[in-house]
T-cell receptor, first 116, second 121 residues
Framework: GENVEQHPSTLSVQEGDSAVIKCTYSDSASNYFPWYKQELGKGPQLIIDIRSNVGEKKDQRIAVTLNKTAKHFSLHITETQPEDSAVYFCAALVSHGSSNTGKLIFGQGTTLQVKP | GAVVSQHPSRVICKSGTSVKIECRSLDFQATTMFWYRQFPKQSLMLMATSNEGSKATYEQGVEKDKFLINHASLTLSTLTVTSAHPEDSSFYIC?????????????????FGPGTRLLVL
């Protein structure tokens, strides 16, 4: 069945350093890959997403890269700040037809700790 | 931006009782809403997909008679946990799919609600 693997499960970095979280997906038909940030006791918040017709997308300190051939996608956070500390989830949309149908399959999550 | 609300934010109930959780899309119409369950330190697991005016589609292993879903309007879906037991204690999160191709929602798959913490004693 559909599966998304996410690594690492925990990541601790010093403030100002970069953080990288990696995911792999199994369904080659997936064409939409969002990343979510979840703070304790709250719902997930979309921070960036990428579609399969694009290899890289950047939004200020956050970037996402996609390698369709290898079915890998990664989240890159530069100049990390303590407020970046949270759980991050990758996801892949298992599509059935148009790009916005289907369901999201989530990775296991990465707990990021940014030490001041 | 699009807002999805959930009510209540947290609920404590006795074993054997039923609990209803509401999910509302506040500024857009959502033909499809999704219900997830998240246990502590775990990922989000899709429970069911709710389409307005039709029966929900449940994921494998999710009991449809225990988790009743009603999507009666384009802005409201409800999840009722019937005869709740302590093992049903979890964080329940809904999401709503915005109108496809319509700004400012174009390209976003789902907007998530803030979640409902259920504790069954």
């Amino acid at each position: 069945g559909e599966n998304v693997e996410q690594h690492p499960s925990t990541l601790s970095v010093q403030e100002g350093d970069s953080a990288v979280i990696k995911c792999t997906y199994s369904d080659s038909a997936s064409n939409y890959f969002p990343w979510y940030k979840q703070e304790l006791g709250k719902g997930p918040q979309l921070i960036i997403d990428i579609r399969s017709n694009v290899g890289e997308k950047k939004d200020q300190r956050i970037a996402v890269t996609l390698n369709k051939t290898a079915k890998h996608f990664s989240l890159h956070i530069t100049e990390t700040q303590p407020e970046d500390s949270a759980v991050y989830f990758c996801a892949a949309l298992v599509s059935h037809g148009s790009s916005n149908t289907g369901k999201l399959i989530f990775g296991q999550g990465t707990t990021l700790q940014v030490k001041p | 931006g699009a807002v999805v609300s959930q009510h209540p934010s947290r609920v404590i109930c006795k074993s054997g009782t039923s609990v209803k959780i509401e999910c509302r899309s506040l500024d857009f119409q959502a033909t499809t809403m999704f219900w997830y369950r998240q246990f502590p330190k775990q990922s989000l697991m899709l429970m069911a997909t709710s389409n307005e005016g039709s029966k929900a589609t449940y994921e494998q292993g999710v009991e449809k008679d225990k988790f009743l879903i009603n999507h009666a309007s384009l802005t409201l879906s409800t999840l009722t946990v019937t005869s709740a037991h302590p093992e049903d204690s979890s964080f329940y999160i809904c999401s709503a799919r915005p109108p496809q191709g319509q700004p400012p929602y174009a390209g976003v798959s789902q907007y998530f609600g803030p979640g409902t913490r259920l504790l069954v004693l």
